[in-house]
Nanobody, 123 residues
Framework: QVLLQESGPGLVKPSQILSLTCTVS??????????WSWFRQPPGKGLEWIGH???????VYNPSLKSRITIARDTSKNQFTLQLNSVTPEDTAVYYC???????????????WGQGTQVTVSS
């Protein structure tokens, strides 16, 4: 079973860029049929899907965030990344990366998850 670990800044100022990295161990990020996802959970709210990378490398974004996000896969480092532009306090959340073989991740019960990283947007 693959293991995932998020990393990135815990505090970001409004209007800045948030960059997060998910490091995958125990398996290759290009392994056949794996889907790699980003989610977030704002305080007191439910889980929100941000986007995912399908096995072919195509990236699918949440339409509500698409204008501000970029997800990329770095095969040389076995990582995938999230960049969120023009952050506001509403982007404050615990951010998670997840992976699943054969299908997209939809809930905490699916696949493998990182432990999550708290990101606070504040001046």
């Amino acid at each position: 079973q693959v293991l995932l670990q998020e990393s990135g800044p815990g505090l970001v100022k409004p209007s800045q860029i948030l960059s997060l990295t998910c490091t995958v161990s125990g398996g290759s990020i290009t392994a056949n049929a794996y889907y790699w996802s980003w989610f977030r959970q704002p305080p007191g709210k439910g889980l929100e899907w941000i986007g995912h990378v399908v096995p072919s490398g195509i990236i699918v974004y949440n339409p509500s965030l698409k204008s501000r996000i970029t997800i990329a896969r770095d095969t040389s480092k076995n990582q995938f990344t999230l960049q969120l532009n023009s952050v506001t306090p509403e982007d404050t959340a615990v951010y998670y990366c997840a992976g699943r073989r054969g299908a997209v991740v939809t809930t905490f019960k699916d696949g493998s998850w990182g432990q999550g990283t708290q990101v606070t947007v504040s001046s």
